[in-house]
């Protein structure tokens, strides 16, 4: 429309502008290295993270994490983790669960994972990343076939 000029505009959103349930931010992690191999028992960090700053106190942070993973050795199992850190400090486990294997050959499955962080309470930094290991026999593979299927971790915000 002739006369009409557009504004830019800067600044941040108040909190008040965001209605109970609201996406504040998305962050997303794709794993493009090789595939993670550990034959620790102690779940050892893949080197896979994802770092999110809420913009609010009040609001709870949601992490969805898709990976393709297994173990080496037939019938044993296969433990993953995502981890949390807050403001380079507490570390604290969010997520735990072994996937077993009764099968008599290898197996590699789909992993899909949410967690979700309820206890935000401040605006500092939120690094979860993710770990795995074996159940002491043979090798936790995390990423498997990296080439084809990347691994995804993603964080969001979402308004309290």
Known sequence: IAGMAATKLTGTVSNARFPAGSVVQVVRSENLTSTFNTT???????????????????SEILVQLHSIGGQTNAGRSYKLRIRRTVGGGSDTEMSAFHLGDNSAGVHYTQIGCIVY??????????????TCGT??????????????????????????
């Open 117 to 130: 962080d309820a206890g935000v309470s401040d605006t500092q930094e939120r690094i979860y990343r993710v």
């Open 40 to 58: 620790n028992s102690t779940p050892q960090d893949t080197g896979h993270q994802v770092a999110i700053t809420p913009q609010f106190s009040d």
């Open 135 to 160: 159940d002491g026999v043979g090798t936790a593979r995390y990423n498997y076939q990296s080439a084809q299927s990347k691994s995804q971790l993603i964080a969001m915000e979402i308004k309290r």
